[in-house]
């Protein structure tokens, strides 16, 4: 199975994901400075690699 095929996230899927991984990441260091905002690194991590590990088991895909 190639790269090609694994990428289960479309390009708007992948922007939100970003810019929510981002905001919350941002809330560790400005803000409210909660730990919780770590949990952002799961949305933009998913961005970046284009694959999101929920969609695979529920066989949804937002690419074309």
Do not use: E, H
């Amino acid at each position: 199975m190639d790269m090609a095929t694994m990428k289960n996230m479309g390009v708007a899927d992948r922007v939100i994901r970003a810019i929510v991984g981002i905001v919350l990441i941002s809330l560790v260091f400005i803000g409210p400075q909660t730990p919780w905002g770590w949990i952002g690194i799961i949305p933009l991590a998913t961005a970046v690699i284009s694959w999101c590990p929920a969609y695979s088991l529920i066989g949804m895909r937002t690419t074309k």
